[in-house]
């Protein structure tokens, strides 16, 4: 078990920052809010981190926060400038939100580093401390997800009209989705920044997107359990598969459009359906033996 | 002045590009993202074809155009039509047709990123562009080909849509698809045309692209289709007056940016203007406001 911990534990790191990633992403989709804001978060909360370890050198943890906040702010207001769009007009605005993000990047000079990247923020991250902080996130989202809050949740998001005449006050809750995205989606991007100690604007970009996107369409878009399960395929199927690694954009595209077709609530969703559907059979045959007995 | 002719042909591609989507979105409601990927596919298989055997102008033209056609009549085909079948409602289809199609454009880009190593390709061909010196302009053959093929083109398309029962019964699918396939219009036929149409405008610029810049990289299909979008948000979704306006105001506007010596920004000038749209006039110039209950 230690053997194989220590072989793989730069992937374990990746599925646990790309779980973040995904997850910056599904949060905003389970509000009905189809916003990307989250790539640009990780942008910004990556940019922030290291910015701050270099320039102001301050140790790993602060700059990670200083990164996660300075996200979850910017994001926020870009809730409040973006929230009348809806459905594609608010998809495409927050994809030119997060590729503006990197055209900063890239202007932004000495402070960025240009088009070469951002070097040198080697932060002192280790693997107790990435669980945390996913434990803390994946909580506040079981959270969201679970009782009445799921369910005014879920209500926003299936029928907006619905929850204004039930009393939910829609734009707070998608504005919170901004918010929360913003947060996690930082908190990613300073991770996963200060893991490598390097980050550059090439790396917020439309594959991101794709990345991110794809975990949650293929694992499934209701639950953090279906963008772990996303994270999970996408990290570990190039080390399972070798003709995947040297076909994997192409592979990825092919699985993206499929999974859009045929599961649009991805293997969670399908797993989901089996269990219930196991669980009718069972109920049903418990139901005809009492009637025999009686 | 010169700045002004350049103007002019970057806003002819831009407007060659932006109609294929703009046709297809404003009236079968389907806003295609693999367009970037057609786009590039059609011009990589004409470089294909021209590295085995030389070409002249016309036949890299015409190989682009039947590329095109035949993608994007596939991705309608394998991915669009599947989605359209299986979602229950608007809402629901709009998104999982976005996230199929980024899917899709993952695919050829993919392709062509590993047959060239994400290296520019361009045509060998028998055409070499003239220069010839108009009002005291240097104008090459290339780029006058273009400016008049956009031009014609847009007119073309507009006054097609405005005055043909064909272009009266795509209108009609735009406003209500079900009041109209029981006027008799065949939708899925019609659907199929317009896609068809779409593919082979997006192979038409990409093999003019090609011409005027001596070569194209993979990734240009994708930075186009963010600007298309602007260009169609600009103009008002459903008017091709509007996007022809538009197309020629997004490549003014980053002609300007590029001739102040602001290269680096240019990228910017169409996400800003996404957001200035959206937000100021979100019907676009010429689009008419649609009423929506909410």
């Given at each position: 078990m230690s053997d194989w911990y220590y072989m793989n534990v730069v992937l374990i790191q990746t599925t646990l920052t790309t779980l973040l990633l995904a997850l910056s992403i599904q949060v905003p989709l389970r509000f009905g809010v189809f916003s990307f804001a989250g790539v640009g978060a990780f942008g910004i909360g990556g940019y922030g981190g290291a910015m701050a370890m270099v320039h102001l050198e301050w140790s790993t943890w602060p700059a990670v926060a200083v990164g996660a906040l300075a996200a979850a702010v910017v994001v926020s207001l870009l809730g409040l400038v973006v929230q009348r769009l809806t459905g594609l007009y608010m998809g495409m605005a927050t994809i030119a939100f997060t590729l503006i993000i990197s055209v900063l990047a890239v202007n932004g000079g000495d402070a960025t580093g240009g088009a070469g990247g951002l070097y040198g923020a080697l932060g002192e991250i280790n693997m107790q401390q990435i669980v945390l902080v996913v434990v803390a996130v994946v909580a506040v989202l079981v959270w969201t997800e679970a009782r009445g809050l799921g369910r005014r949740i879920d209500t926003v998001r299936e029928d907006p009209e619905l929850a204004n005449a039930l009393g939910i006050d829609v734009n707070r809750y998608r504005l919170m989705s901004f918010a929360l995205s913003g947060l996690i989606g930082g908190l990613a991007g300073a991770i996963t920044t200060l893991l490598r100690s390097t980050i550059t604007p090439a790396e917020v970009n439309f594959h991101l997107v794709i990345v991110a996107l794809t975990a949650i369409v293929v694992g499934g878009a209701r639950s953090w359990l279906g963008a772990l399960i996303g994270a999970v395929i996408f990290v570990w199927l190039p080390t399972w598969l070798s003709f995947v690694q040297e076909w994997e954009k192409v592979a990825y595209g092919f699985i993206v459009a499929a999974a859009a077709i045929?599961?649009?609530?991805?293997v969670l969703g399908v797993a989901k359906d089996a269990l219930h559907r196991y669980r009718t059979r069972e109920e049903r045959a418990r139901v005809a033996v009492l009637q025999e007995k009686s | 002045m010169q700045d002004l002719l350049n103007a002019a042909t970057l806003g002819s591609i831009y407007l060659l590009f932006a109609l294929g989507m703009a046709l297809v979105w404003g009236t079968i409601g389907i806003l295609n993202f693999a367009h970037g990927a057609t786009f590039m596919f059609s011009a990589f298989v004409g470089h294909m074809v021209s590295r085995e055997t030389e070409l002249p102008f016309l036949g890299v033209i015409v190989i682009a155009v039947l590329t095109g056609a035949v993608i994007s009549s596939l991705t309608m085909l394998l991915a669009f039509q599947p989605i359209l079948k299986r979602s229950k409602n608007q809402h629901a289809a709009e998104m999982r047709i976005l996230i199929g199609g980024i899917g899709v454009a993952a695919i050829p880009l993919a392709l062509a990123q590993r047959e060239t190593r994400s290296s520019p390709f361009g045509f060998k061909s028998s055409y070499k562009p003239e220069v010839f010196e108009v009002l005291g302009l240097r104008i090459t053959t290339t780029s006058a080909i273009i400016i008049v093929t956009g031009l014609v083109m847009g007119i073309g398309l507009t006054l097609w849509l405005r005055r043909s029962r064909q272009g009266l019964a795509l209108r009609a699918i735009g406003v209500d698809a079900e009041t109209a396939a029981g006027m008799g219009v065949n939708r899925t036929a019609l659907a199929f045309g317009t896609m068809a149409v779409a593919g082979a405008l997006a192979g038409l610029a990409g093999a003019l692209l090609t011409f005027q810049l001596g070569a194209i990289a993979p990734e240009t299909g994708d930075q186009l289709v963010i600007k298309a979008f602007a260009v169609i948000v600009l103009g008002g979704l459903g008017s091709m007056a509007g996007t022809v306006i538009g197309a020629y105001v997004l490549a003014g506007a980053e002609t300007f940016v590029v001739s102040m010596n602001w290269g680096t920004w240019v990228d910017a000038v169409s996400f800003g203007l996404i957001f200035l749209i959206l937000l100021a006039r979100p019907q676009g110039l010429l689009g008419r406001k649609e009423v929506r209950r909410t």
């Open positions: 045929y599961l649009p609530n991805g | -």
